[in-house]
């Protein structure tokens, strides 16, 4: 099982400029195709829940 805040899921919608930020969005969409394909599981929070409906 594997946790990502709400700001590692929005990495990848970052400005890709900076290189730091570009190998942050490839490590999170790596980790997010693993939970797709089965490798890992992808676990959420109320505290997840709740950021993203105020927004």
């Known amino acids: ?17 900076q290189e730091r930020i570009r190998l942050e969005s490839e490590a999170v969409l790596s980790i997010l195709s693993a939970c797709e394909t089965g490798k890992w599981y992808l676990v959420g929070s109320e505290a997840i829940d709740y950021e993203i409906s105020v927004f």
């Open 1 to 17: 099982m594997i946790y990502l805040d709400v700001c590692c899921l929005n990495r990848p919608f970052d400005d890709q400029t």
